[in-house]
């Protein structure tokens, strides 16, 4: 069996890979704790002195609105780290999932991205994911692959489901942002697809992939669905994002088309109101 890396263990996406797996000794997962990937050179030696078949890269600064004033971290994470692993994984013949994001696309199109789209992030997140993109790209390691995602939240960690659900019991109302459109991506369904995947890489340049559950709704409908599953009394208003400003600029529209990714793989990706009442259970059942 493959020995696999996975980094950021404890974010969404790490430990969703982590309950899938379980007991599985080929896998070893690292946190910030193991290593820091904003250090390049900890992470060069931690990697010189291990032997990895495969390496996930699940981790990421994605703190969206801090890293328009840390920029030097989220480009020592987003980028310089991803050219370490991908440099690892062309030298050692490593397969390589990297994850990326929909924040890399300008986020005012009309039709759902396709992977071949242009690309023109709108803030510092989506600058430094694009830029460990074509890093890995411009390095190349064999089998290897960039899935861009979406709106990711899961029974760990600290996301959208979770923040609505703690605000809904606070509140009797809240306004929620309804000119922002994409799509939510649970994180085990996004774990599920790249532990298929794995398996099956077998590719001579790096490829770009899409995931995200299917379906298409607003953070306004994202944050009803949530409420009528849970049976909150909470009143949601719509509001535009210019009633709501940030640091960071948010894309309007974000919405991918995952054609490619599920003929490839022969991935079925669930409805995202479907995922969303699978993880709301688990969270019920994790209290």
Same mark, same amino acid.
């Given at each position: 069996m493959s020995k696999?890396?996975?980094?950021?263990?404890?974010?969404?996406?790490?430990?969703?890979?982590?309950?899938?797996?379980?007991?599985?000794?080929?896998?070893?997962?690292?946190?910030?704790?193991?290593?820091?990937?904003?250090?390049?050179?900890?992470?060069?030696?931690?990697?010189?002195?291990?032997?990895?078949?495969?390496? &996930? $890269?699940?981790? @990421?600064?994605?703190?969206?609105?801090?890293?328009?004033? *840390? +920029?030097?971290?989220?480009?020592? &994470? $987003?980028?310089? @780290?991803?050219?370490?692993?991908?440099?690892?994984?062309? *030298? +050692?013949?490593?397969?390589?999932?990297?994850v990326s994001t929909d924040y890399v696309y300008e986020g005012k199109g009309y039709r759902p991205y396709l992977e071949s789209d242009a690309v023109l992030p709108q803030n510092v997140y989506g600058a430094s994911k694009l830029e460990g993109e074509r890093a890995i790209k411009a390095i190349n390691p064999l089998n290897s692959i960039i899935i861009r995602t979406s709106w990711v939240y899961s029974t760990f960690g600290n996301n959208f489901v979770k923040t609505m659900l703690r605000l809904g019991k606070e509140r009797d109302a809240l306004g929620v942002i309804f000119d922002q459109v994409g799509t939510p991506t649970y994180a085990k369904d996004l774990a599920q697809a790249v532990l298929d995947i794995v398996p099956k890489l077998d590719n001579n340049s790096v490829e770009i992939y899409h995931y995200s559950n299917e379906g298409v709704c607003s953070w306004y409908d994202f944050a009803k669905a949530i409420f009528e599953l849970e049976n909150i009394a909470c009143e949601?208003?719509?509001?535009?994002?210019?009633?709501?400003?940030?640091?960071?600029?948010?894309?309007?529209?974000?919405?991918?088309?995952?054609?490619?990714?599920?003929?490839?793989?022969?991935?079925?990706?669930?409805?995202?109101?479907?995922?969303?009442?699978?993880?709301?259970?688990?969270?019920?059942?994790?209290?």
């Open positions: 696999v890396l996975v980094t950021g263990a404890n974010g969404q996406l790490g430990s969703e890979i982590r309950l899938l797996v379980g007991s599985d000794k080929d896998f070893t997962f690292i946190t910030r704790d193991d290593v820091d990937l904003s250090d390049t050179l900890a992470l060069e030696n931690y990697l010189s002195a291990q032997s990895f078949d495969v390496i &996930i $890269n699940c981790a @990421a600064y994605t703190a969206v609105d801090k890293a328009e004033e *840390d +920029k030097d971290k989220a480009f020592a &994470i $987003n980028s310089e @780290a991803v050219k370490v692993l991908a440099r690892y994984a062309k *030298d +050692k013949s490593a397969r390589l999932i990297h949601v208003s719509p509001i535009e994002t210019s009633a709501y400003p940030t640091p960071a600029s948010r894309p309007n529209y974000s919405l991918l088309n995952k054609a490619k990714i599920k003929k490839e793989y022969n991935i079925a990706i669930p409805y995202w109101k479907d995922s969303l009442r699978e993880c709301l259970k688990s969270l019920g059942d994790f209290k």
